[in-house]
């Protein structure tokens, strides 16, 4: 008896961005089933994982794929991203300012660091990240919106003031 047909990865990232969890996880699982050091399965595993609500499972499969590809970048930052939902956001910290080193030029990076800091309450050190978040994607809203918010907070205004009206000038009106 043959082996059901194996959908391609890229079926797989499609099925998730439509929406089919489930259909996209049972892709990966079968990815991985057949070749188990299909490392990108299981980061996209641990991105399922972490969007159902299961960040440690995320963790899981995270580390299986760091175990294959130690340095992958995103891999790191999601990883980082499930530590901080499990509230572990010193150690998701810890991984971020090693990521920073790793990919200075990742807006990414740079953004979690600054949602970890935030977390310890240790805004001054958000804001500069935010800062740095912008100086790579200038045009991200979320950040944008967060670095001013933090700045209200420093009673930085002027700061608070340019990023928000930035920000107002990029939202679109409807």
Known sequence: ??????????QAVRLLDQ???????????????????????LMMLGIIAGKQGDPTLAITFFDRALAIHP?????LCN??????LLNRHEE??????????????????WGNKAAALQALARLPEAVDCFVQVLELA?????????????????KQYADAEESLRRLTTLTPTN
Not at 21 to 40: G, K, V, Y
Not at 92 to 103: G, R
Request: proline share 4%.
């Open 138 to 154: 200038p045009d991200n809203l979320d950040f944008l919106f967060r670095h001013g918010m933090a700045c209200v907070t420093l």
């Open 92 to 109: 998701a910290l810890t991984s971020l300012n090693e990521l920073v080193v790793m990919a200075p030029d990742n807006s990414s990076v």
């Open 1 to 10: 008896m043959s082996q059901p047909t194996l959908i391609s990865f890229d």
């Open 79 to 84: 990883r980082a991203n499930a530590l901080m």
């Open 71 to 75: 340095r992958h970048v995103d891999t």
């Open 19 to 41: 929406g089919k969890d489930e259909q996209a996880r049972n892709a990966f699982s079968d990815r991985i089933a057949r070749d188990a050091s299909d490392w990108q399965s």
